[in-house]
């Protein structure tokens, strides 16, 4: 089936450290997006890729990087800098230029900073 | 960028009942607008979606109306099931300057719970 995997599922983390968030997706999709969800906050965009080797800032990008060697993989680095990272993390990817940009979600990352 | 707004935050109806979601956007740029359900521990997923060009659109229980002068759109849910519990999240499509690549914007989300 084809679908998008992200893990780890939870994870937890000293302050101080930085944490890699894995995504993977087999849908042959261009375009792949890092959303942050807080409570009462909706989905907030961290980064996007249109293609390998490219990718833009979203409105909250700041403590965080990614990378795009791969179509398939889209991982999410949250550094020390950021200075509340404790949240749910979701990636997605849609088709990109065309049509009507239908996301495909994750099951997202539940990041815990202790 | 483009402002979503969405009411109420929670929502909480009887099994059978109707229940109903409202967003307003700012853009009149925008021109997608997809309701996504998420359940507890899962990603979103897309239930419903309408472009700019069409008033109306219903799939089964689900009916999504778009009012462009007013910048409102509302998703209905009818005969309300249990199963139907979920954070729903309404969102508009803006291409920014530049961009080939649409960019959703998100509402906060409403918690619908349906009471057996």
């Known amino acids: ?114 | 960028g483009e402002n979503v707004e969405q009411h109420p935050s929670t929502l909480s109806v009887q099994e059978g009942d109707s229940a109903v979601i409202k967003c307003t956007y700012s853009d009149s740029a925008s021109n997608y607008f997809p309701w996504y359900k998420q359940e507890l521990g899962k990603g979103p997923q897309l239930i419903i979606d309408i472009r700019s060009n069409v008033g109306e659109k219903k799939d089964q229980r689900i009916a999504v109306t778009l009012n462009k002068t007013a910048k409102h759109f509302s998703l209905h849910i009818t005969e309300t099931q249990p199963e139907d519990s979920a954070v729903y999240f309404c969102a508009a499509r803006k291409f920014d300057r530049g961009s080939t690549l649409g960019r959703l914007y998100f509402g906060r989300g409403t918690q619908l719970t349906v009471w057996p």
């Open chain 1, 1 to 114: 089936d084809g679908g998008i995997t992200q893990s780890p599922k939870y994870l937890f983390r000293k302050e101080g450290q930085n944490v890699t968030l894995s995504c993977e997706q087999n849908l042959n999709h261009d375009a792949m997006y890092w959303y942050r969800q807080d409570p009462g906050q909706g989905l907030r965009l961290i980064y996007y890729s249109q293609i390998v080797n490219d990718f833009q800032k979203g409105d909250i990008a700041e403590g965080y990087s990614v990378s795009r060697e791969k179509k398939e993989s889209f991982p999410l680095t949250v550094t020390s800098a950021q200075k509340n990272p404790t949240a749910f993390y979701l990636c997605a990817s849609s088709r990109g230029f065309s049509g009507a940009n239908v996301l495909t979600f994750g099951a997202g990352s539940r990041l815990t900073v202790l």
